[in-house]
Structure formats: C-alpha cells, structure tokens
C-alpha cells in the first residue's frame, strides 16, 4: 500500500482544511488508517485513527469535537476534516495504514505499516 497525503495549507485561526490521504493498492478496505502529526520540536504524534469498515474513529483529546476522521472505501481515501484550528496544530501531517486492526485505542507509530509523505498544515495567530 502508497500512501499519498494532500490537502495541507495556511490558514488563519478558527479556520477549516480537509485532508485527504489516497492510497495504492489492493485491499485498503482491510487496512486500518490513522492520521498523525509532528509539530516543530516535537515528536510524531496521534491524531485520529479509524478501523477498516469506518465503524469507530478515536482521537486525542486536544482534537476531539474540531476534528473528525473519516474515509471512502469505495475510493482508496481517507479523509480528515479539521476545524477551528489553533496555531498549536501547526505540523506536518501524516497519514498511515495497517492490514487489519489495531488493537489499542491510542495507537503510536509502530502500530502502522505503511506512511504517506506528510502535508504541512500552518495555522496563523
């Protein structure tokens, strides 16, 4: 499985962008998805993760209620909608994959095989 991230730009505070992660391959209905981000200094950290089927998302707390995951089997897609965003979303964001589930629901970065490039997602104060 490639995965392919897009979607990313500059956007003032309280405002919206949709990402979008496209992937390769055979079988990403089977896979788990998770978006992560790794902001200046920082390092890689959860955002949002969805099973397979679309039929539960998670996310870490600090997104929670302004984020919403979700994806479109039908077009090897997954999606993260990110709204009221703050400066302190400011990252790289990358998306990732997994055959399967992942069992944990606060996944860290070895539970995901595959990784798209990152976009670079820039919130102005």
């Known amino acids: 499985v490639q995965l392919q991230a897009s979607g990313g730009g500059l956007v003032p505070t309280g405002g919206s962008l949709r990402l979008s992660c496209a992937a390769s391959?055979?079988?990403?209905?089977?896979?788990?998805a998770a978006w992560f981000r790794q902001r200046p200094g920082k390092e890689r950290e959860f955002v949002a993760a969805?099973?397979?089927?679309?039929?539960?998302?998670d996310y870490r707390d600090s997104v929670k209620g302004r984020f919403t995951i979700s994806r479109d089997n039908a077009k090897n897609t997954v999606y993260l909608q990110m709204s009221n965003l703050k400066p302190e979303d400011t990252a790289v964001y990358y998306c990732?994959?997994?055959?399967?589930?992942?069992?944990?629901?606060?996944?860290?970065?070895?539970?995901?095989?595959?990784w798209g490039q990152g976009t670079q997602v820039t919130v102005s104060s």
């Open positions: 990732a994959a997994v055959l399967g589930a992942v069992a944990t629901t606060t996944p860290g970065i070895s539970d995901y095989d595959y």
């Open positions: 391959g055979r079988s990403f209905s089977s896979h788990a």
């Open positions: 969805i099973t397979y089927s679309g039929g539960f998302a």
